[in-house]
């Protein structure tokens, strides 16, 4: 019998959590529609306004290049690590940790590397390292580009000041519900894109085209961070999702196999009852 309650306890263990993991699972997805939306209403956007930006640059005086674009000896690296606040959603998180890892420990070996963490699981990751130089976890709370623009702002700040040589960013870009793609993107100093002899970029611009290009770039730099962090927060409810999916079924396969491992034992425990009964009954007659 006490194997029976031990058994029952375990179903009703797993029931529950396998009530909590569905319930997730439906919240991800609602969530996930709303920031899939989002993110890729931005991408069309994003894309052409760095093709632009990136045409024009190719066209100007190396004499006259933007202070963002100024190449220098790098020994001052800062990672931008984008993840979440929250876990349960499968290898997300950690996948971006180990890339920043790599990235220090291999790309950036000779360098001094420092931090910046996007999502409390980055800054937990990363803290013991004394490296974090500051944790914008707040900005989940309310993901706006303009919040997201103050932190591109002060990244843009620390390279002019000569703080940092090169900043990257790390995330995970969404492609679907059930995919995410680890992306590492230099953010600063702009990386210098050659012209194409093929397109005719004789345009008459007004304001110059020098002015027209410092103008597009901190905006560029904007777009591309927010971009960065759309993708991610699209990436986290479809990783949760997903990850909530296969606790769900594997929850229902362990509850089933209780189930059955339940009503053998039962079945055991009731017929050696009736064996009993017969055998004191047979004891009795004889």
Same mark, same amino acid.
């Given at each position: 019998? =006490?194997?029976?309650?031990?058994?029952?306890?375990? !179903?009703? #263990?797993?029931?529950?959590?396998?009530?909590?993991?569905?319930?997730?699972? %439906?919240?991800?997805?609602?969530?996930?529609?709303?920031?899939?939306?989002?993110?890729?209403?931005? *991408?069309?956007?994003?894309?052409?306004?760095?093709?632009?930006?990136?045409?024009?640059?190719?066209? &100007?005086?190396?004499?006259?290049? #933007?202070?963002?674009?100024?190449? *220098?000896?790098?020994?001052?690296?800062?990672?931008?690590?984008?993840? #979440?606040? *929250?876990?349960?959603?499968?290898?997300?998180?950690?996948?971006? /940790?180990?890339?920043?890892?790599?990235?220090?420990?291999?790309?950036? =070996?000779?360098? +001094?590397?420092?931090? &910046?963490?996007?999502?409390?699981?980055?800054?937990?990751?990363?803290?013991?390292?004394?490296?974090? /130089?500051?944790? +914008?976890?707040?900005?989940?709370?309310?993901?706006?580009?303009?919040?997201?623009?103050? !932190?591109?702002?002060?990244?843009?700040?620390?390279?002019?000041?000569?703080?940092?040589?090169?900043? @990257?960013?790390?995330?995970?870009?969404?492609?679907?519900?059930?995919?995410?793609?680890?992306?590492?993107?230099?953010?600063?100093? !702009?990386?210098?894109?050659? =012209?194409?002899?093929?397109?005719?970029?004789?345009?008459?611009?007004?304001?110059?085209?020098?002015?027209? @290009?410092?103008?597009?770039?901190?905006?560029?730099?904007?777009?591309?961070?927010?971009?960065?962090?759309?993708?991610?927060?699209?990436?986290?409810?479809?990783? *949760?999702?997903?990850? %909530?999916?296969?606790?769900?079924?594997?929850?229902?396969?362990?509850?089933?196999?209780?189930?059955?491992?339940?009503?053998?034992?039962?079945?055991?425990? /009731?017929?050696?009852?009736?064996?009993?009964?017969?055998?004191?009954?047979?004891?009795?007659?004889?």
């Amino acid at each position: 019998m =006490a194997n029976l309650k031990e058994i029952r306890n375990r !179903i009703s #263990s797993v029931s529950s959590t396998m009530q909590i993991t569905s319930a997730m699972k %439906m919240v991800s997805a609602a969530k996930l529609k709303k920031a899939q939306d989002a993110i890729t209403d931005m *991408r069309p956007y994003a894309d052409k306004l760095t093709q632009l930006l990136q045409s024009l640059s190719a066209t &100007l005086d190396a004499d006259s290049g #933007s202070k963002f674009s100024d190449q *220098r000896e790098v020994k001052n690296v800062l990672i931008v690590a984008i993840t #979440s606040n *929250r876990g349960l959603c499968g290898a997300f998180n950690s996948n971006i /940790i180990k890339e920043v890892n790599k990235l220090a420990k291999n790309t950036y =070996a000779n360098q +001094e590397v420092s931090y &910046l963490a996007i999502g409390k699981k980055a800054n937990d990751a990363f803290k013991k390292t004394n490296k974090v /130089i500051a944790n +914008e976890s707040d900005v989940y709370e309310d993901l706006t580009f303009d919040n997201v623009a103050e !932190i591109a702002q002060s990244l843009m700040d620390m390279f002019v000041a000569g703080d940092y040589d090169k900043i @990257v960013i790390v995330y995970n870009k969404f492609k679907n519900a059930a995919t995410q793609e680890i992306m590492t993107e230099q953010f600063l100093p !702009i990386v210098p894109v050659e =012209a194409d002899a093929n397109v005719n970029l004789d345009y008459i611009f007004e304001p110059s085209k020098i002015e027209i @290009v410092e103008q597009l770039i901190p905006k560029s730099l904007k777009t591309q961070l927010y971009k960065g962090i759309r993708d991610s927060f699209a990436s986290e409810h479809g990783a *949760r999702m997903t990850a %909530m999916h296969k606790a769900t079924d594997n929850a229902t396969e362990l509850r089933d196999q209780l189930k059955l491992t339940y009503n053998k034992a039962r079945q055991a425990s /009731i017929t050696n009852e009736i064996l009993e009964i017969v055998g004191g009954a047979e004891a009795l007659n004889n």
